[in-house]
T-cell receptor
Framework: QKEVEQNSGPLSVPEGAIASLNCTYS??????FFWYRQYSGKSPELIMS????GDKEDGRFTAQLNKASQYVSLLIRDSQPSDSATYLC????????????FGKGTHLIIQP | DAGVTQSPTHLIKTRGQQVTLRCSPK?????VSWYQQALGQGPQFIFQ???????QRGNFPDRFSGHQFPNYSSELNVNALLLGDSALYLC?????????????FGPGTRLTVL
């Protein structure tokens, strides 16, 4: 059974600080990793994808992947109140053969 | 560039009824995946369609069925509705190239079963 684990939170971070979101996964054969942001009542919006070990940066967002530890993280620098949302970690075995396996999400609150 | 669209936005049904949800993928995409998201949970994979065939299926009963049309649009059908089928149903589209499968979600259909 493929599993993706996230701390449900809420994670409260002051405005301007770094928010750190973590995710672990059980399927060692996983190839593709994604972070989605979901505002209340809305659908998931893709933030980052990462496929190789190491860091990948896109603006204020940095995704980190460690396949040996089966661990994915998302850092949000200079957090803004508009970053307050639920962040979903998703994992795919790769090649388009599998649907995404999602964690339950971490609820992030940025305090002004 | 049109994104993923879904219809209807909201739907109310009673137990035992049948429902059909519709999805049009993002322009240029050829694969459609369907997910069910219960309140407070992450999306759960129902099934994926590519070249008008069901490629893979998650842990959902046969009451859940689907179809993909030649224009890549897709339908999700749910028969004999149960109260537990109340959820946000999400469609995601992707283009299967290079071994990656980045999926983009539509706005979803909120289904309420009474």
């Amino acid at each position: 059974q493929k599993e993706v684990e996230q701390n449900s939170g809420p994670l409260s971070v002051p405005e301007g600080a770094i928010a750190s979101l973590n995710c672990t996964y059980s399927d060692r054969g996983s190839q593709s990793f994604f972070w989605y942001r979901q505002y209340s009542g809305k659908s998931p919006e893709l933030i980052m994808s990462i496929y190789s070990n190491g860091d990948k940066e896109d603006g204020r967002f940095t995704a980190q992947l460690n396949k040996a530890s089966q661990y994915v993280s998302l850092l949000i620098r200079d957090s803004q109140p508009s970053d307050s949302a639920t962040y979903l970690c998703a994992v795919n075995a790769g090649g388009g053969a599998d649907g995404l396996t999602f964690g339950k999400g971490t609820h992030l609150i940025i305090q002004p | 560039d049109a994104g993923v669209t879904q219809s209807p936005t909201h739907l109310i049904k009673t137990r035992g009824q049948q429902v059909t949800l519709r999805c049009s993928p993002k322009s240029g995409h050829d694969t459609v995946s369907w997910y069910q998201q219960a309140l407070g949970q992450g999306p759960q994979f129902i099934f994926q369609y590519y070249e008008e065939e069901e490629r893979q299926r998650g842990n959902f009963p046969d009451r859940f069925s689907g179809h993909q049309f030649p224009n890549y649009s897709s339908e999700l059908n749910v028969n004999a509705l149960l109260l537990g089928d109340s959820a946000l149903y999400l469609c995601a589209s992707s283009l299967i190239t290079g071994g990656t499968d980045t999926q983009y979600f539509g706005p979803g259909t909120r289904l309420t079963v009474l």
